[in-house]
């Protein structure tokens, strides 16, 4: 059963314009949700966090924003670049552990 | 300061064989975490330690597979005998402190069984 879901495998952007990376969980016993960014052949690199009593979180050109009566979030980058291009992972924090999601391949054309 | 580093990056291994996988996390964290990523599939959960006592080993497929963190600081997961669904690339994280839920991953171990 997946706890956490990113329900699109990929997504493509033109450079400069706003990156929305979506997830879905099903638990709310999660205290902390997570996004790393992976480029291939390398190890998840942490981006940002949210608490489950926050609902907006930014550093720089992210932010994720915490949906919890939908059991939502969503990544966004603005201004997309192409050193963006990476999957990006949704985690959420249970008992201790980390619980991701598929993944979703962003791709920002120049 | 070094990240979490993992040893090797990549191993092959025939059906059968024993394979032991090496995690040095960054200097000073307790918190030490083995995952594993099977067929581009998401990142799965197989264990935690808290210094050198197993805190959850929820995660472990089955007895071949074996964790240890002597002394508290590096982690060697060993996997014997291993089986072709082992394959896989192998990560290792590590957290402290009042951040705790941020884990920082290591490069990773890809393993292939043949």
């Known amino acids: 059963d997946q706890q956490v879901k990113q329900n699109s495998p990929s997504l493509s952007v033109q450079e400069g314009r706003i990156s929305i990376l979506n997830c879905d969980y099903t638990n709310s016993m999660f205290d902390y949700f997570l996004w790393y960014k992976k480029y291939p052949a390398e190890g998840p690199t942490f981006l940002i966090s949210?608490?489950?009593?926050?609902d907006k979180n930014e550093d720089g050109r992210f932010t994720v924003f915490l949906n919890k009566s939908a059991k939502h979030l969503s990544l966004h980058i603005v201004p997309s670049q192409p050193g963006d291009s990476a999957v990006y992972f949704c985690?959420?924090?249970?008992?201790?552990?980390?619980?991701f999601g598929q993944g979703t391949e962003l791709s920002v054309k120049p | 300061e070094a990240g979490v580093t993992q040893f090797p990056s990549h191993s092959v291994i025939e059906k059968g064989q024993t394979v032991t996988l090496r995690c040095d996390p960054i200097?000073?964290?307790?918190?030490l975490y083995w995952y594993r990523r099977v067929m581009g599939k998401e990142i799965k959960f197989l264990l935690h330690f808290v210094k050198e006592s197993k805190q959850d080993e929820s995660g472990m497929p089955n007895n071949r597979f074996l964790a240890e963190r002597t002394g508290g600081t590096y982690s060697t997961l060993k996997v014997q005998p291993a089986e072709l669904e082992d394959s896989g690339v192998y990560f290792c994280?590590?957290?402290?402190?009042?951040?705790?839920?941020?884990?920082?991953f290591g490069p990773g171990t890809r393993l292939t069984v043949t």
């Open positions: 200097s000073g964290h307790d918190n």
């Open positions: 985690a959420a924090r249970g008992w201790g552990k980390l619980i």
């Open positions: 994280a590590s957290s402290q402190g009042a951040r705790g839920y941020e884990q920082y």
């Open positions: 949210i608490s489950s009593i926050k």
